[in-house]
């Protein structure tokens, strides 16, 4: 361990003493397959702190806040004035807050830990995608013994918090969903995603999922059409990051009639979350709930989101990282907060 030697019949190749190269193939330690020919390469990982951050997607740690969506609606809800959400805020806000970020956190962690070994399953064929080969782990700079405690400190600690906050708030169905988003994505990683459109309905319910979770934290009912908003508007998001990737530079290009496929999905997609968000709106529950049928003049906004997350992935070819998408276009921010800007103003007007 720690000194090396050359092949002869690879001048240049630098090989571990103890790493197993596969016979009559000369790679040097960044190109191998697969982490079988890397036993006792461990003291050649840099396992720096920065990329066993890296290995955890900060970036997309934002599709987290969809928790937020129960609270933020059930704040307005007049039926929820004798709700247990009602009181908690009326008795202690900073307690039902807490709550919530520490929900939030339960999920970015149990989340990053899926991230860790969806990478790790993946790191062979990751290898040759010109993107995913960056990531620490496919890029051989962190090893496979930090990569394991680290998925399973996270794990253990998103597990934990939800159980916190499952035991906090009375009940334990928060902790029964953070397990049943935990157990989704390893099935998405190991048999799901290769199953093209079993991987997007498994995407899709993962976002279905957390929006659960944050109505499960405050004790509050959502409705179904939201539900199935929520449902089709993460599955547009899905086909269309598929679709996207399909066109990533050093990719195969699909068949034409994969293409078509997807092109009629996206647009079913789009089209039954558009329906679904102006069938929420106009509901007798909704209606009943916050006293206004004015949340369908904010209909505009989400078709404005729509229209703009299409021609980022027709036009612009965007959509293969919708987390960096979220962030940076102007268009979809800008509607985005518009959009939380007016509900806002009218649920509260109507209040």
């Known amino acids: 361990m720690g ?15 103890s790493a197993k190269p596969r016979k009559g193939v000369a790679r040097t330690f960044g190109e191998s397959a697969d982490w079988s020919d890397h036993q006792g390469c461990e003291a050649l990982y840099t396992n720096k702190l920065s990329d066993l951050i890296k290995c955890l997607r900060p970036g997309q740690w934002i599709k987290n806040s969809l928790l937020l969506a129960a609270p933020f609606f059930a704040f307005f809800d007049r039926s929820q004035a ?15 807050l807490l709550t919530i970020g520490a929900s939030i956190l339960a999920f970015i962690l149990i989340s990053a830990a899926t991230y860790v070994v969806n990478d790790l399953r993946d790191v062979a064929t990751d290898g040759k ?12 700079k962190v ?19 939800a159980a916190w906050v499952g035991l906090r708030s009375g009940q334990m169905d928060f902790f029964f969903v953070c397990v049943g988003y935990g157990v989704l994505q390893l099935i998405y990683t190991f048999l799901a995603k290769r199953i093209k459109d079993l991987g997007v309905l498994v995407l899709a319910t993962g ?5 659960l979770a944050g109505a499960v934290v405050v004790q509050v009912h959502l409705s179904a059409w939201l539900i199935l908003c929520v449902f089709m508007g993460a599955l547009f998001v899905a ?9 990533v530079k050093g990719q195969e290009s699909p ?14 997609a789009a089209a039954v979350t558009v329906a679904c968000y102006a069938l929420y709106t106009l509901a007798p529950n909704t209606v009943a709930h916050f006293g206004t049928e004015a949340l369908i003049y904010t209909l505009p906004l989400v078709v404005l989101g729509i229209f703009r997350y299409l021609r980022l992935t027709y036009q612009e070819q965007r959509a293969s990282v919708p987390e960096i998408l979220f962030l940076k276009d102007p268009v979809l921010i800008l509607s985005g907060i518009a959009w939380v800007v007016s509900c806002g103003l009218i649920l509260g007007f109507a209040a």
């Open 82 to 96: 004798e709700g247990a959400f009602a009181k908690a805020m009326k008795a202690d806000p900073v307690a039902v």
């Open 143 to 161: 090893s496979l013994g930090a990569a394991i405690p680290l998925a399973v400190l996270c794990c253990g600690s998103g597990l934990s918090l």
């Open 239 to 247: 086909l269309c990051k598929r679709r996207s990737a399909c066109f």
């Open 255 to 268: 068949s034409a009639q994969e293409t078509r496929i997807l092109d009629f999905e996206i647009l079913i």
């Open 207 to 211: 976002f279905l999922l957390r929006a």
């Open 129 to 140: 995608h010109p993107v995913k080969q960056h990531r620490p782990i496919v890029a051989r």
């Open 3 to 17: 000194t090396y030697q050359r092949n002869n019949g690879s001048y240049g190749r630098v090989y571990h003493r």
